[in-house]
């Protein structure tokens, strides 16, 4: 090759070509018009265009870290322009920033109640994202997160979950093409204080607060994650489970095993809201009664093979129960290590996935175990490709009217404390171990 | 009923704090595990070429689904319609969002005078 050279015309920034899409799963056929075809971005042939940056002098063009709408954004209006309610909620959805359902508008006074539900300062920053269409990190507070809140429909009280949820600093969308789906689990008393759903129809839509918390985390990534169809949303089908994300507490007093964020290393008094996300989710139509649980686990976990070892199993009481007392699961763990060991999957099955191949291969030709001796193996050999029990999220869920389970693919992704937002302390509120009583009567009461 | 509401937040392009930032897969918060992009080469590139006639070209696959059938399809065009062009496809080795291997990209300087790199998406 010809020397480096900065500064020479010849020798500017990356260019990049643009061709249609997808160009994954497409026949050779296809790839060829793509080839011939035009670049959608610019309308010249994509061959052309190839030729022409190989062998013409570049434009030397503004570094991708740069920032050009920082620099040149002026002091933004405060407020809105008064307007109808009719005209607002069609104004908030025509910009974007709704998921597509009515939302409670986000007036200064409904903001300035919904900061009551915190003690942290309004300016204080919560969490960071990064705009895809400016490429800045963009900082978020208090107050920014409250107007969310307002919008998904909020009570204050929910809001130290909300704020937690913000804290973890995970999208609840991905600009992914293909389909991510996210999960919210919420353990602690918290759960009780704002009157979740842990039981019956935990993941059906009749709950307010499993049902305003998760769709709290999609307005965030819609609106502070600027995420907008054919700029950051690239879903070919999308996925309907982001109204909510599967947003549900622990069943912890029906459960026999710990909850999920004592596994993680947190105290069983604390609030604690933990994200998962995945592609795949599977609920059981019926109970195990012909074949045992982890029998169906085998024949269910094996349509999607595991990135990194991840699988989350959302069972019913009931079952987690029959783990225990029928079958010797004394805990959670020694359940996700039956698993790791038994769960298993042909070999040729696992590699010809195509994101199996696309990102677990390379670590098989770098040699990483267990993935090099599992390449070596014939399509027919049976691994167990569930190899490390951590990865394995086994949660209780449900109302013990069934032995039913729900069986995804998602990985974990972190929790956050919700106790760092309270308006007050839990061992503050409850010093006396009155928590949760109503206060005491008043002369007012008794007018 | 007339509202008034807060506008600020609601559209970063109309400005809540900002600062410069480097991209992670996601939207926002730490990549997810294995996915991390690594920071952008600071690296100039080398002078175009005049032509490609009797040139060496790498076309590099990164990995991405569908990114190596593309680079074969692009290999059979350039020895249907400029046969002076030798093509070399090459599929980058390592987790397509993570590893930067060197080896291959000195092999590319030596051997070849000019890469395509793709497919991604």
Request: charged share 20%; net charge negative; proline share 8%.
């Amino acid at each position: 090759m010809e020397f480096s050279a900065k500064n020479d015309p010849r020798a500017a920034s990356l260019p990049f070509v643009y061709t249609p899409y997808p160009a994954i799963g497409m026949s050779p056929q296809v790839l060829d018009n793509y080839i011939v075809g035009n670049d959608p971005e610019t309308g010249t042939p994509i061959i052309d265009e190839i030729i022409g940056l190989l062998t013409k002098p570049v434009p030397t063009k503004k570094s991708p870290t740069q920032s050009p709408v920082a620099a040149e954004a002026g002091l933004p209006p405060e407020l809105l322009e008064p307007d109808t309610e009719d005209n607002l909620q069609r104004l908030f959805y025509e910009r974007g920033w709704t998921d597509g359902l009515p939302i409670v508008l986000p007036t200064e006074e409904r903001v300035k109640a919904m900061l009551a539900g915190t003690n942290a300062a309004p300016d204080e920053v919560v969490s960071e994202s990064f705009q895809f269409a400016t490429r800045e990190m963009v900082k978020y507070t208090v107050e920014h997160v409250a107007v969310i809140a307002v919008m998904a429909g909020a009570r204050p009280e929910y809001f130290p979950v909300i704020l937690a949820i913000a804290a973890s600093r995970q999208p609840a969308l991905m600009p992914s093409t293909t389909a991510f789906e996210s999960m919210l689990l919420v353990n602690g008393p918290i759960r009780n204080e704002i009157g979740m759903n842990c039981g019956i129809g935990a993941y059906t839509a009749v709950n307010m607060a499993n049902s305003v918390l998760g769709r709290a985390w999609t307005l965030m990534s819609i609106c502070h994650g600027f995420a907008r169809p054919k700029q950051t949303l690239w879903s070919s089908q999308g996925n309907n489970h982001t109204y909510n994300n599967m947003c549900a507490g622990e069943n912890e007093e029906r459960s026999v095993w710990e909850p999920f964020h004592v596994s993680k290393g947190f105290k069983a008094e604390e609030s604690v809201v933990s994200t998962f996300m995945g592609w795949s989710f599977l609920s059981s139509t019926g109970a195990a009664s012909n074949r045992s649980f982890g029998e169906e686990l085998n024949i269910q976990l094996a349509v999607m093979p595991p990135l990194g070892s991840a699988a989350t199993i959302i069972m019913d009481p009931l079952v987690a129960r029959n783990l225990k007392e029928n079958e010797g699961f004394t805990t959670k763990q020694d359940f996700a290590r039956w698993m790791s060991e038994n769960i298993k999957m042909p070999a040729g099955q696992y590699w010809k996935t195509d994101y199996i191949d696309m990102l677990v291969a390379s670590e098989a030709y770098k040699g990483v175990e267990p993935y090099a001796s599992w390449k070596k193996l014939p399509d027919d050999a049976l691994i167990a490709p569930y190899n490390n029990p951590d990865n394995i999220n086994l949660i209780v869920v449900g109302g013990e009217t069934s032995p039913l389970w729900k069986v995804a693919d998602y990985r974990y992704g972190g929790s956050a404390s919700v106790d760092r937002w309270r308006a007050l302390s839990s061992d503050d509120e409850c010093a006396d171990g009155s928590c949760g009583l109503p206060d005491d009567v008043t002369d007012a009461d008794n007018d | 009923m007339a509202y008034e509401i807060r506008l600020q937040v609601m559209s970063p392009e109309v400005g809540v704090e900002k600062s410069p930032g480097r991209p992670p897969p996601g939207m926002g918060g730490p990549p997810p595990p294995g996915m991390g992009a690594p920071a952008p080469s600071s690296s100039s590139f080398t002078k175009r070429l005049d032509t490609l006639e009797n040139k060496t070209l790498y076309l590099v696959d990164i990995g991405f689904g569908g990114g190596y059938n593309f680079m074969v399809q692009l290999q059979k065009w350039f020895t249907k319609h400029m046969p002076s062009v030798t093509t070399v496809v090459k599929r980058k080795p390592g987790n397509v969002f993570m590893d930067d291997n060197h080896e291959l990209w000195e092999e590319a300087k030596e051997k070849g005078h000019a890469v395509v790199l793709g497919v991604a998406g």
